[in-house]
């Protein structure tokens, strides 16, 4: 590649290439607070590649490639090469990696203890992470990501994997305006989810981020109607996170073991709520009662 980096975030060592300079000074710069070891073996390769050598120059069109690829997957323009390396980190993380049980979930800790948040893309879990981990006067809470939560299949305790936090439409204003706006990417406007913007965790969040948390509480968030919760049981915690684990299957009997131990001893409950403020409430509310 003619462009390249490394970025680490959590256990996940990246190299990324690029054919074009854009998408790798746009992650340097976003990721510019991370460590860095250049003399670590990559776990994950990432490519941004034009399929024909004009590409790079004639609408420049990215395409995503790998460790792993899926075939079919349409590419991005240049303008979104920010979002297509974003995208390449999530793909070879959610097909490729097996040293933890992955949940596609945010993670907020706290007194060494783990929230998780599992949900359906626009269910919120990200925008409530991101308002937990800003939270002033006392909140104390630890980002821990909103992509990937990673579960050790051995002890059970939630790994960090704070990458860049991906803000979506009505969410980056919300953010943005609690936030220092050094710590806010570029906005990439009209993508195939709607506006995007990035938020740089604060630097204690990516310090911290290989110290494990032990699941505390689960909670799976529904953006919109009345606020309300509902205790959720064993049965269907368990078939939800195995919706959201990319390699449960993969991982086979160890997953198995490291799902159930993981609904038995976390209590759940599902919530809804129609604006962030009464969704952060709940969150507040039911953390409190899970401390007792």
Same mark, same amino acid.
């Given at each position: ?13 990246? $190299?990324?290439?690029?054919?074009? *300079? ?19 073996? *990559? #776990? ?5 590649? /034009? /399929? ?31 979002? /297509? ?25 706290? #007194? ?19 308002? &937990? ?6 909140? #104390?809470? $630890? ?6 939560? &990673?579960? #050790? ?10 990458? /860049? ?10 953010? *943005? ?36 948390? $032990? ?11 009345? *606020? ?35 609904? $038995? ?28």
């Amino acid at each position: 590649m003619r462009h390249r980096t490394r970025i680490a975030v959590g256990p996940v060592q990246f $190299r990324i290439g690029s054919d074009w *300079a854009e998408p790798v000074a746009a992650l340097e710069s976003l990721y510019a607070g991370y460590p860095r070891d250049e003399m670590r073996p *990559a #776990d994950a390769t990432v490519r941004l590649f /034009a /399929a024909r050598p004009w590409r790079r120059w004639l609408r420049p069109s990215v395409h995503i490639g790998g460790d792993f690829v899926v075939p079919d997957a349409l590419p991005l323009p240049l303008s979104m090469g920010l979002l /297509a390396a974003e995208m390449g980190m999530n793909l070879q993380v959610a097909l490729g990696w097996r040293r933890h049980m992955l949940l596609h979930a945010s993670a907020v800790a706290k #007194d060494g203890r783990a929230l998780i948040m599992s949900g359906e893309s626009g269910s919120g879990k990200s925008t409530l992470a991101a308002l &937990l981990g800003e939270k002033e006067g006392g909140g #104390d809470w $630890r980002l821990m990501g909103d992509e990937f939560t &990673l579960i #050790d299949p051995a002890g059970g305790d939630a790994f960090a994997f704070p990458r /860049a936090v991906s803000l979506k439409n009505e969410a980056i204003a919300e953010v *943005a305006a609690r936030v220092d706006a050094a710590r806010l990417g570029p906005l990439l406007a009209g993508t195939p989810k709607g506006d995007i913007r990035h938020l740089i965790p604060r630097p204690e969040a990516i310090a911290a981020m290989h110290e494990p948390a $032990r699941p505390a509480l689960l909670l799976f968030p529904r953006f919109g109607g009345e *606020a309300g919760i509902e205790p959720m049981g064993e049965g269907e915690a368990f078939v939800r996170l195995t919706e959201a684990s990319t390699n449960y299957v993969a991982l086979g009997e160890a997953g198995f073991a490291a799902m159930t131990r993981l609904v $038995r001893e976390t209590p759940a409950f599902g919530i809804t709520y129609p604006d962030s403020a009464a969704g952060v409430a709940l969150v507040e509310r039911l953390w409190a009662e899970a401390a007792r």
